[in-house]
């Protein structure tokens, strides 16, 4: 009996990051947790957060890449992930070092960078009214 293999791309913003076309099984890391997907699973979107993604060949070998978030997408036989930032590597560790450094932390930064632009725009909006009560 032929295996049933999908197509795999990880999409980065400016790049192909990997294109792999006999994935027999992927697991994706969500806010809701590990989400596995197969061949004959059903079409379906998931937001995806950073972790690392385990999916395993048509040679039986398991592959990783570590992530950053962004969205999974499966229509038939192909499976697409469009993330911001991926690392490759069969280093399981070292990859999840890379997450917890790299993707989380910036995550951080950018919270604190949102926070600042919003306390900018709240004092725009003050000077505004002040000067229309003027």
């Known amino acids: 009996m032929k295996q049933t293999v999908m197509t795999m791309k ?20 969500t806010s809701a947790g590990s989400f596995g997907i197969l061949p004959r699973r059903l079409d379906c979107v998931a937001s995806i957060v950073p972790g690392i993604l385990i999916y ?18 499966k229509t038939g036989l192909e499976v697409f992930l469009s993330v911001r930032r991926a690392h490759g590597g069969d280093n399981l560790e070292a990859l999840q070092r890379s997450v917890e450094e790299e993707f989380l932390d910036m995550d951080e930064s950018e919270k604190s960078v949102r926070r600042v632009l919003a306390r900018l725009e709240t004092g725009i909006i003050r000077k505004f009214v002040t000067l229309s009560n003027e």
Not at 10 to 29: G, H, K, M, S
Request: aromatic share 8%.
């Open 10 to 29: 990880i999409l980065l913003p400016f790049q192909v990051f990997e294109e792999r076309t006999d994935v027999t099984n992927i697991v994706a890391e």
């Open 56 to 73: 395993e060949t048509a040679g039986g070998e398991e592959k990783y890449a570590a992530l950053d978030e962004g969205v999974l997408v």
